[in-house]
């Protein structure tokens, strides 16, 4: 839960996305391809969070270990924006790390107003629920 100020105008809803869509979903993205796939992205022991070497394939794996990850189930990050969808795909073009997480579909932004949820990206489609 994040909380920006809409009088600012467009600036400050693109801060607020430029700095939690990257922070959140390498975390969300951390966990979600350790718990896809432990055995290349992932660690076995829970001592090891830098990583692990292992001798049956010589290589140096990192990532979270089997026992931080057994219980979440892999899904990709869903952040919803409490604007207009205008404001917040305005808002997304100004953020380039954001907008290619987005735009990629590792990370699902949804602009929430009324009762109307909507998908945005930078390229303009919009599915409402």
Request: charged share 25%; glycine share 6%.
């Amino acid at each position: 839960m994040a909380s920006y100020d809409p009088h600012q105008g467009v600036a400050g809803l693109a801060t607020l996305l430029e700095e939690l869509i990257p922070a959140c979903s390498k975390i969300n993205l951390d966990y979600f391809f350790a718990r896809t796939d432990i055995e290349h992205f992932g660690v076995r022991d829970p001592k090891h969070f830098a990583g692990e070497l292992r001798f049956d394939d010589g290589d140096l794996h990192s990532g979270l270990p089997w026992c931080a990850v057994k219980d979440h189930e892999p899904v990709r990050l869903i952040a919803i924006v409490a604007d207009t969808f205008e404001r917040v795909q305005r808002a997304l073009k100004v953020s380039r790390e954001s907008r290619n997480l987005v735009d990629n579909d590792w990370v699902f932004l949804a602009a929430y107003q009324g009762n109307e949820l909507s998908r945005v990206t930078s390229y303009g489609h919009s599915c409402s629920d």
